[in-house]
Nanobody
Framework: QVQLVESGGGLVQAGGSLRPSCAAS????????MGWFRQTPGKEREFVAA????????YYADSVKGRFTTSRDNAKNTVYLQMNVLKPEDTAVYFC????????????????WGQGTQVTVSS
């Protein structure tokens, strides 16, 4: 059974940092594209970042480029999202997801999802 479990969210002041992680079980994460998405109430799930299963290429939404970095630790079967210079508009539930598709930025193309971790940035 595949499980993705996020942790590491929390409450932080604007300008601060957080590093959510996503621990995978039931799949070998290095064989999957691993994506991060976020969602606020009443809005659709939004692409944030992804790391590809081949070559570990990384992709970012324009809104987080230069501030967020995603990476993998294959030995731990875990993916991370380093979030720096956080802004109040980054407040959301952050989800990790896995797929083997060629499309990394569309939530509909992901097969497995975690339960999400809340990130709240105060001004």
């Amino acid at each position: 059974q595949v499980q993705l479990v996020e942790s590491g969210g929390g409450l932080v002041q604007a300008g601060g940092s957080l590093r959510p992680s996503c621990a995978a079980s039931g799949l070998t994460s290095r064989l999957y594209n691993m994506g991060w998405f976020r969602q606020t109430p009443g809005k659709e799930r939004e692409f944030v970042a992804a790391v590809s299963r081949s070559r570990d290429n990384t992709y970012y939404a324009d809104s987080v480029k230069g501030r967020f970095t995603t990476s993998r630790d294959n030995a731990k079967n875990t993916v991370y999202l380093q979030m720096n210079v956080l802004k109040p508009e980054d407040t959301a539930v952050y989800f990790c997801a896995a797929n083997r598709d060629a499309y990394l930025t569309s939530s509909s193309r992901y097969d497995y999802w975690g339960q999400g971790t809340q990130v709240t940035v105060s001004s």
